[in-house]
């Protein structure tokens, strides 16, 4: 079991920059695939970023490929989400979260795949 604690949103301008970390509970915390998601209210969750076990793969979303960079430091149990050049639409509540499904390609994309997650934390951009 492993359990995921977000930090790290708040409140910034258009073309600011954040990072979220999510910490991870746990000795097994290097098994898992690592993805991070986004919600509005009223909205489906959306996919932003995953990443391998090893950290050796990451993909994206569309809207998010080139400001957002997803990476993770296994010794210290935490992924970490980049992200530059904010616009308003990126506002939502972010949420880290832990898979162990073992795919192909070693990233996991679909949030029905990911067993565990995080409480969420807020990030707003303002125009």
């Known amino acids: 079991q492993v359990q995921l604690v977000e930090s790290g949103g708040g409140l910034v301008q258009a073309g600011g920059s954040l990072r979220l970390s999510c910490a991870a509970s746990?000795?097994?915390?290097?098994?898992?695939?690592m993805g991070w998601f986004r919600q509005v209210l009223g909205k489906e969750r959306e996919f932003v970023a995953a990443i391998s076990w090893s950290g050796g793969r990451t993909v994206y979303a569309d809207s998010v490929k080139g400001r957002f960079t997803i990476s993770r430091d296994n010794a210290k149990n935490t992924v970490y989400l980049q992200m530059n050049s904010l616009k308003p639409e990126d506002t939502a509540v972010y949420y880290c979260?832990?898979?162990?499904?073992?795919?192909?390609?070693?990233?996991?994309?679909?949030?029905?795949?990911?067993?565990?997650w995080g409480q969420g934390t807020q990030v707003t951009v303002s125009s």
């Open positions: 746990g000795r097994t915390f290097s098994s898992y695939a």
């Open positions: 979260a832990a898979s162990t499904v073992k795919t192909t390609v070693g990233v996991v994309t679909t949030d029905e795949l990911y067993g565990h």
